[in-house]
């Protein structure tokens, strides 16, 4: 049995889907209330490097967590439940993509050296590591 097989197997056996979800949007919430504090309580002209790390983390947590939930609304709109079961490993890798690549977006902001260019650079580096994976995920599977 592959591994996809197995998530697939332990979800049906132990999980449904709302249930899931509900575990990510309670992780979401958590993570978005801990970026706020941060926003908030911390000043960023005061900030050691350990207090930017915490905020590009924090706000990595809550990016993926939000793209996550709007990926698998995607799948559920136009394959169902059934079908949306069959692709959460692909929606949890192509959601920690489109949050690197938002961080991405304001670590260049944060740096002051974010241009147009920049941006559609960063979009090519993520769709090539996501057409990568999906080719290593097609040759393993044969």
């Given at each position: 049995m592959l591994f996809g097989e197995r998530v697939i197997f332990y979800f049906w056996a132990y999980m449904s889907l709302s249930f899931y979800l509900s575990g990510i949007?309670?992780?979401t919430l958590t993570a978005l209330i801990a970026w706020l504090s941060i926003v908030f309580f911390l000043d960023p002209y005061q900030a050691e490097s350990f207090g930017i790390i915490i905020?590009?983390?924090s706000l990595f947590v809550f990016l993926v967590g939000s793209c996550l939930l709007f990926?698998?609304?995607i799948y559920r709109k136009g394959l169902g439940d059934a079908g949306t079961?069959?692709?959460l490993t692909g929606a949890f890798r192509q959601s920690i993509?489109?949050?690197l690549f938002l961080i991405g977006i304001v670590f260049f902001q944060y740096k002051d050296i974010l241009l147009w260019?920049?941006?559609l650079l960063l979009l090519a580096g993520m769709l090539l590591v996501e057409f990568s994976l999906r080719r290593l995920k097609?040759?393993?599977?044969?």
């Open positions: 949007r309670f992780f905020f590009f983390l990926v698998l609304w079961v069959l692709y993509l489109l949050a260019w920049d941006v097609e040759n393993v599977d044969k």
